[in-house]
């Protein structure tokens, strides 16, 4: 999805307030880039990863899920 959004942000809109000159996409790739970047042990890597915490693994979940549901319910959306 980082990708998607990196190389087609225009095409992606938000129900989220966005304050005017901002990119409203912004807060949904942060989001994307925290869980991606720290939750290195769930992506599969050649090298070995830190082992995570209890308390990061239940952020990743919260964040994941909240992702997850913003995009079926409409909070982000991609333009045909």
Same mark, same amino acid.
């Not at 308390?55 to 333009?79: K, M, P």
């Given at each position: 999805?980082?990708? @998607?959004?990196?190389? !087609?942000? &225009?095409?992606?809109?938000? !129900?989220?307030? +966005? %304050?005017?000159?901002?990119? %409203?996409? &912004? %807060?949904?790739? &942060? ?15 050649? +090298?070995?990863? /830190? %082992? @995570?915490? $209890?308390?990061?693994? #239940? &952020?990743?979940?919260?964040?994941? !899920?909240? $992702? ?7 909070? /982000?959306? #991609?333009?045909?």
């Amino acid at each position: 999805m980082l990708g @998607e959004i990196g190389n !087609a942000r &225009a095409k992606f809109t938000t !129900a989220l307030d +966005t %304050p005017s000159g901002k990119d %409203p996409i &912004a %807060p949904v790739e &942060a989001m994307m880039r925290a869980l991606w970047d720290g939750q290195i042990s769930r992506h599969g890597k050649q +090298t070995a990863t /830190v %082992p @995570e915490t $209890l308390e990061a693994a #239940r &952020a990743g979940v919260h964040l994941a !899920a909240t $992702l997850v549901q913003w995009f079926i319910s409409g909070v /982000v959306v #991609r333009n045909p």
